[in-house]
């Protein structure tokens, strides 16, 4: 297993955050992971990083580029093209779902994190598994 | 017991694969290996002992209660949050009361490891306590998902206590009192 992945993960809430980084880092070992608190002026902040993200975990509600808006954005970035974006909601409706299968997400999560499910689920999208069942 | 220390040894790679399956090969065996995994608990490694909590949540051997109720003072966060949620595994009154004990608590993560276990188990004999907790919080997510608990609880003579929060400052409180308001009044008209 690559120990040098990067992650990427944008979200408006501070506790959000702060679990995804005892989840990554504390609990799984990935430290190099990039938090941001919101999608403003987003391209130039992460071509400044000059990191190529292979995971980006995506807060739905993100602003002020929601995070379908975001998806499309990276999507058309070459640097983030082929990453895989997984989308963090509550929302479980399957017209949301399909918005974000549309708008190139690879896969959704529930919001919160399940502190006991969410290796299962990393090690899913890894490895490449699509994660439309995990909400 | 070599191949204990080696799954032990597991839970700790940084290859999320081994790091699973070891997981799981431990809860496999079940009760034949709490006691050595409780002993671990003091262990410095705090992926370890985290992982450890996981896997005794799983197993839910009340041999391991009073260690998990420990690790709900853990000088690292995670461990304290994944022993809540191990706790909540046990689903039992008992470990139900043991976590209202820690409301509020310092770290607003645990709090809310703590509320999410409580929206799953809690039942009306904490009422009197959550309603407290409910009417002192400073926090909005400590509030909305008090709400949530007391949702699920179901006493319909809650309503009134609940409307307080339909004019909360913060929304998430706000739709989650009309949220609750709601299933609370159909449960009322589904009794009728």
Known sequence: MNSELSFLYIDDTESSRKVMRLMLTDMLGYEDLVLLEDSSDLINRLDQLEKQFRIVFLDINVEPLNGYDVCKLLRQHDNYSSARIIALTASTRPSDLEKMRDVGFDGAISKPLDLETFPNQLQSILIGDVLWDAI | ?192
């Not at chain 2, 431990?26 to 671990?40: E, F, K, P, T, Y």
């Not at chain 2, 005794?56 to 461990?79: A, D, K």
């Not at chain 2, 703590?114 to 907790?133: C, G, H, R, S």
């Open chain 2, 1 to 192: 017991m070599e191949d204990l220390e080696r799954l032990l040894t597991d839970l700790s790679s940084r290859d999320i694969s081994i790091h699973l399956s070891a997981r799981q090969a431990l809860i496999d065996l079940g009760d034949s290996v709490v006691d050595l995994l409780v002993d671990r608990l003091a262990d410095e490694d705090i992926k370890l002992v985290a992982s450890i909590v996981v896997i005794l949540g799983e197993i839910t051997n009340p041999r391991s209660f009073q260690s998990l109720i420990n690790c709900l003072e853990h000088p690292h966060t995670l461990v304290q949050m994944q022993a809540a949620t191990a706790l909540g595994r046990f689903a039992s009154k008992d470990s139900v009361s043991k976590l209202i004990d820690y409301l509020p608590h310092s770290a607003g993560l645990v709090e809310q490891s703590i509320l999410n276990v409580l929206i799953k188990n809690a039942t009306v004999e904490v009422l009197p306590q959550m309603l407290d907790f409910l009417h002192t919080t400073p926090s909005n997510v400590a509030r909305y998902m008090t709400i949530r608990v007391l949702a699920n609880i179901g006493n319909k003579d809650l309503i009134s206590d609940l409307e307080k929060y339909l004019d909360d400052e913060n929304h998430h409180v706000r739709n989650d009192a009309r949220i609750a308001i709601d299933k609370l009044r159909d449960e009322i008209e589904s009794e009728e």
